[in-house]
């Protein structure tokens, strides 16, 4: 962990536990707190699936290993992993370009061939940070394409 980040971490912690909310949530004197009783918990309507996993509020942001399992959890790609494989090759993915602000909604996945000596891309999944939807960047028409619009072409 770089200097930078170490002192952004600690100040956000000292502003967290000197936060007068954070007071209130953690009383001094534990006869306040009342135990969670899940019957009575209900999970908000705008919460969503994504490929099986958990809920993901609207407010949660996917990572890059996240935006990767996505890709790797398509059938599709599965089966191109194992035909790469029989032919000899090892398939993998990478993070070719991440968002960096808030505003920035998609990670660009590649997903290729490894053959030793050189590399091979086959395709280019694009990962929605907030929805986890998949798009595929068509490089000969220079085009997103939404997942189905992509199966339609193979």
Request: with cysteine.
């Amino acid at each position: 962990m770089g200097p930078l980040k170490f002192i952004i971490l600690f100040l956000s912690a000292c502003c967290l536990y000197s936060s007068p909310c954070f007071a209130q949530s953690f009383p001094q004197d534990n006869t306040k707190c009342k135990p969670i009783d899940a019957r009575n918990l209900t999970v908000p309507a705008d919460f969503k699936v994504i490929s099986g996993s958990g809920p993901l509020h609207p407010d949660t942001l996917l990572n890059a290993e996240k935006a990767e399992q996505i890709v790797w959890s398509l059938p599709e790609v599965k089966k191109m992993a194992e035909q790469i494989r029989q032919a000899g090759a090892r398939p993998f993915t990478r993070v070719e370009a991440a968002p960096d602000e808030p505003s920035e909604r998609t990670f660009s996945i590649y997903f290729g061939e490894d053959h030793r000596t050189h590399t091979v891309r086959v395709e280019t999944f694009i990962v929605d940070r907030k929805t986890g939807a998949v798009s595929v960047y068509d490089l000969v028409s220079d085009t997103k394409l939404s997942l189905e619009e992509w199966k339609k072409k193979r």
